[in-house]
């Protein structure tokens, strides 16, 4: 009897939210090639970035979760602006999963030399290390870099048979 063979890999969608700027999305084509783009924070600008991704190949959102902010208004703007990314992600028919920093930072770029106290603009730059070294990717802009590192964490962990929503 041989052993069934095992499900293709989804190719997950990064989306590291953003309050007032432009989100950074991130996706993998079938080539393993990265694309990325910085649709405005309207859910028209993103429908139209994931549309483009789904096209590539890439399937299921995985959005950034958790970070609050420097403040209440910040936290709120970064609230809305997760709902928007669910929201699309829903119309769209896709999967959507929170990540937590935590959990990608400590797959991503642990390697690099990230530990649970690393500061957040240190987490940036080792991001946009990370990019460099493991998915050969160059780029100066570090939200991209931590869309990437979302995309590649959630891409490692599930498959189509796998259930969604499940936390790691």
């Known amino acids: 009897m041989s052993a069934r063979p ?14 007032g ?3 950074a999305v991130a996706w993998q084509r079938a080539d393993g090639t990265w694309r990325w783009e910085r649709p405005a924070n309207t859910a028209t600008a993103l429908r139209d970035t994931l549309q483009r991704a789904i096209a590539d190949g890439a399937g299921g ?20 602006a997760r709902g928007i990314v669910r929201s699309v992600a829903e119309l769209l028919d896709q999967p959507c999963v929170s990540i937590q920093p935590a959990q990608w930072r400590a797959s991503e770029l642990s390697w690099c030399g990230w530990t649970p106290h690393t500061s957040g603009a240190d987490c940036k730059a080792l991001a946009l290390r990370c990019v460099r070294l493991a998915h050969r ?6 939200d991209v870099a931590e869309a ?8 490692q962990r599930s498959s189509y048979g796998e259930s969604i929503g499940v936390t790691w």
């Open 21 to 23: 700027k432009s989100h």
């Open 148 to 155: 990437i590192c979302i995309a590649a964490f959630v891409s």
């Open 137 to 142: 990717v160059d780029t100066d802009d570090h």
């Open 6 to 19: 095992k499900p293709p890999r989804l190719r997950w969608i990064g989306v590291d939210p953003a309050s």
């Open 61 to 80: 959102v995985a959005v950034e979760d958790g970070y609050v902010g420097v403040n209440p208004r910040v936290s709120q703007a970064l609230d809305q």
